[in-house]
């Protein structure tokens, strides 16, 4: 083993390990998020959370600005991971509409964030606050109708949804559901409106 | 006129005046805790914005937990106005379902708060922060999808709506039109995902 190549692999190494910490830390941030909001989340309060200096975290993120959105984007990553990576493996439109919807489902159910969909809980924190972090998230809450409404059109196509439907205003409905069930879920603690929301979404594809 | 009665008068226009300072503070607090949320609304803040001292201020909350509780209190007075009580008018449980979906699309509409529906507003922000404060914004939306699902019940009884519906699913569904409508709305500044709530409500209805 040559001097050269080991001290590349250090390099990535270590590079490695500041990603990890850099994930784990957006991870914590992206939960605490959605109980004391975005604006809540301080350079401070994360500090205390994952256990790490102020001055540590300002080496991972200059500015609370910075910070909020690598916390948008880890939360998209972790989104992407569980919800709509594995409907794509779905074949058909109906399919992946379906995998989608079930998907968020179990999603919010499994409490990977406290305060229940991060896109939903940050959207309504930030829509009134304007500027880059209001952009990104609103951005990211219209990808996701994007990817439902390409499913519906999709689903339509191969003739699983009546062609006369107005794709937007399934996909508005569909997305409906998804959001009652997610706020209720978290408000009331149970999983009734989950089931509320499947059978909603049973009887308007059917 | 004797001195007594002049004096009376004199408490009663002083409390009168009181009683009307207090209500333009609590709702000029209510907007703001649709767009700062109601943690973000400390007296400091609500201060500035009503052009009072911090002090005069303190002599009306004594604690900002007080305050929290009184502008849910003075929002859910706006919200009867606007919303419930006009729909009371109406003889026949589907009258009465569609009054309360459409008073509140136009409430939503009119930008009465900046940030949308109060109720949306502050339970998705307490929702993940037990105590007095979250209980009251709970029972509040509860209190609002008890009135959605009475008269659903009432529609059902007049032969209006199919008495084989499950009222709960029935109540759901409207809502989450009703919600998603509300949250759209802000995020997007467009009147579209009211459009697309009424097409929805008229089309589970009918």
């Known amino acids: 083993m040559s001097v050269v190549g080991s001290g590349e692999r250090r390099v990535r190494k270590q590079r490695s390990d500041g990603e990890r910490s850099r994930q784990a830390i957006l991870r914590e941030a992206a939960k605490l998020a959605t109980t004391e909001g975005l604006t809540g989340l301080s350079i401070a309060r994360?500090?205390?959370?994952v256990g790490m200096s102020k001055s540590g975290l300002f080496a991972h993120f200059g500015s609370k600005e910075e910070l909020q959105l690598a916390t948008i984007e880890a939360a998209s990553e972790i989104f992407d991971e569980e919800v709509v990576t594995p409907a794509l493996v779905e074949?058909?439109?109906i399919g992946r509409l379906r995998a989608l919807a079930e998907n968020f489902l179990r999603h919010v159910e499994a409490r990977v964030f406290p305060g229940g969909c991060f896109f939903a809980s940050v959207a309504a924190e930030?829509?009134?606050?304007p500027g880059p972090v209001r952009d990104r998230a609103i951005q990211m809450t219209d990808a996701w109708f994007t990817g439902l409404l390409a499913a519906v059109r999709d689903a339509q196509a191969e003739g699983a949804v009546d062609p006369a439907e107005d794709p937007g205003q399934l996909a508005f409905e569909l997305n409906a559901y998804l959001l009652m069930a997610n706020a209720a879920f978290v408000a009331m603690d149970s999983t009734v409106p989950l089931a509320a929301a499947r059978r909603a979404i049973d009887r308007r594809l059917s």
Do not use: K, P
Not at 46 to 49: H, I, N, R
Not at 126 to 129: F, I, L, R
């Open 91 to 93: 074949t058909t439109g």
């Open 46 to 49: 994360l500090a205390d959370a």
């Open 126 to 129: 930030m829509d009134t606050h």
